[in-house]
């Protein structure tokens, strides 16, 4: 006990002097919040961000996985331009282009799948199908 108070002597020896916590003190100790505050909110904003981007390739992953799904369970059609569309949620859009092989099988077809977000293309993915 007698350590803690020769300490607490010392302490109060040396801070006598010292009227409180000064104006350049406060601004740095300010300024630190602040600087700490804005780093918090723009990880907030990033993560966020990332979040919303990662959904959206999901969505557009399992759109176009269902279409093509589709596409391959519809009969053959070789004259077919495009094949009939799942629904999409509110904000996407899905297209199915049909590309014939030149030269090639008329039993073979290049499916082309898109999805849209907006005006923005999400995700393109490709396939054949066959006629069996």
Do not use: C
């Amino acid at each position: 006990m007698e350590i803690v108070g020769q300490w607490l002597r010392k302490v109060r020896a040396r801070t006598r002097n010292e009227q409180g916590l000064g104006l350049v003190e406060a601004v740095v100790a300010v300024g630190i919040v602040a600087s700490a505050v804005v780093a918090f909110v723009t990880a907030l904003s990033a993560g966020s961000m990332a979040v919303r981007q990662a959904d959206e390739m999901v969505m557009a992953e399992s759109l176009a996985r269902n279409q093509l799904e589709y596409v391959k369970g519809e009969p053959y059609d070789s004259q077919a331009a495009s094949y009939p569309l799942v629904e999409a949620p509110d904000g996407y859009a899905i297209s199915v282009e049909v590309i014939s092989i030149p030269g090639g099988d008329d039993d073979i077809q290049h499916i082309v799948v898109t999805i849209q977000r907006g005006d923005e293309n999400v995700l393109t993915v490709e396939e054949y199908k066959v006629n069996r």
